[in-house]
């Protein structure tokens, strides 16, 4: 419709955000919405929800990659609307839940899924380490400082044992975030991969007064290291640039995500660091944040060998020392970080110490109160 001067909300889209939630629930949920007794898991990658009118819905959990192709999603929707009436989720995780309302269904879909090879691997649920949830990377942001896909990969493969099984004590969620910018779920996971920048950015002063607004980028220097600069090459031109106070940068690459003219990725500067013994939930203890285990791995494509190691180290010390429910974080604070480190072989270094000027405000961050 035209818009309309004298009635101005006319016609007008006010929600443009995504679809109420409850539109795409399965029938099975709508009626039961609410009166969900208990679930439990029946076999690993296998979840059954129990209502209070004694209907049942089974989960069933299978891993994938996060960046899918078209030919897979229908693939999957094909499989849906065979054994589910078409109705399935995504999880936070990556994972996809097919839900099953007809009993009889369930056997036919577990043996079908498992009849395609390793396209459909069936777990992830309770004490395994379910889908790594990670964030873009080389693929498609702009200042990462490794691959996300690829890492994920590397590791997933090799732990792929603990997927469909629980042999763990508790579930172990991995995360990996290609810069600090962190838009992955790295402080608050079990195992964190975590791209690190070591280098201030590179100044292309030639391109800066062209593709740059300056008093934005010194605007979005979070420590304020970035100052303005008349700069002359060596026909004697001057150009309108900016300096980098280097003793003041933290790698950040906010400036680089204002300004193209300042490049943070350096093949010799970046790399991996791996944190541990962060998790979102509230049981037994409160929230906790991940804590830097190794400051740095150097960038290893295309199969991350030494990240896949200390991952596995760490893994297989705290499958056959913690306690039943007890979450790596957990198990950490019962043996203490000397003993971790002493345990997993990784090395205590000067960038553990954490000397931040405003770490006193965070360090008992929590969503648990107690009165
Ligand atoms: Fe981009 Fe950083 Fe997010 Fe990776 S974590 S996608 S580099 S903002
Ligand atoms: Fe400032 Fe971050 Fe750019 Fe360093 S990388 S100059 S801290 S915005």
Same mark, same amino acid.
């Given at each position: 419709m035209p818009f309309d001067p004298n009635d101005i909300m006319k016609d007008r889209i006010t929600d443009i955000g995504p679809p109420k939630y409850d539109k795409f629930f399965p029938p099975i949920v709508k009626e039961n919405y609410g009166k969900w007794k208990y679930h439990e898991?029946?076999?690993?990658?296998v979840l059954l929800h129990v209502s209070e009118t004694g209907a049942k819905l089974y989960s069933v959990r299978v891993g994938t990659s996060r960046l899918v192709s078209v030919d897979y999603v229908r693939e999957v929707c094909d499989i849906a609307d065979k054994y589910c009436d078409g109705y399935l989720r995504w999880t936070t995780r990556n994972n996809i839940e097919f839900l099953v309302s007809d009993e009889s269904k369930l056997r036919p879909l577990i043996n079908d899924l498992k009849s395609r090879g390793n396209w459909f691997p069936i777990g992830g649920t309770g004490a395994s380490i379910t889908s790594i949830v990670h964030t873009q990377g080389w693929v498609h942001c702009h200042t990462p400082a490794i691959d996300a896909s690829g890492i994920v990969k590397s590791v997933m493969d090799d732990l792929?044992?603990?997927?469909?099984?629980?042999?763990?004590p508790a579930q172990v969620r991995i995360a990996l975030a290609c810069c600090l910018n962190m838009c992955g779920a790295v402080h608050c996971s079990d195992i964190a991969i975590l791209g690190v920048h070591r280098k201030p950015p590179f100044i292309e002063h030639d391109r800066v007064q062209n593709v740059c607004e300056i008093p934005l980028v010194i605007a979005a220097c979070p420590t304020a290291a970035i100052k303005p600069k008349k700069v002359a090459d060596e026909s004697g031109k001057e150009y309108k640039s900016v300096e980098i106070n280097e003793a003041r940068c933290?790698?950040?690459g906010n400036c680089y995500t204002m300004c193209p003219a300042l490049p943070i990725a350096d093949q010799d500067g970046d790399g991996v660091a791996i944190w541990v013994g962060g998790k979102v939930s509230n049981s037994r203890v409160a929230p906790m944040f991940s804590k830097l285990a190794v400051p740095y791995i150097p960038n290893e494509p295309p199969r991350w060998p030494t990240v896949v190691k200390t991952i596995r180290k760490i893994v297989e010390v705290y499958a056959s020392d913690g306690r039943r429910y007890e979450r790596i974080g957990e198990w950490i604070n019962r043996i203490g970080w000397e003993r971790f480190f002493e345990k997993t072989g990784l090395e205590f270094r000067h960038e553990h110490i954490d000397d931040y000027r405003l770490a006193m405000t965070t360090?008992? &961050? &929590?969503t648990q109160f107690k009165f």
């Open positions: 898991i029946i076999e690993p990658g792929f044992e603990y997927f469909g099984s629980h042999k763990l933290m790698f950040c360090w008992r &961050t &929590t």
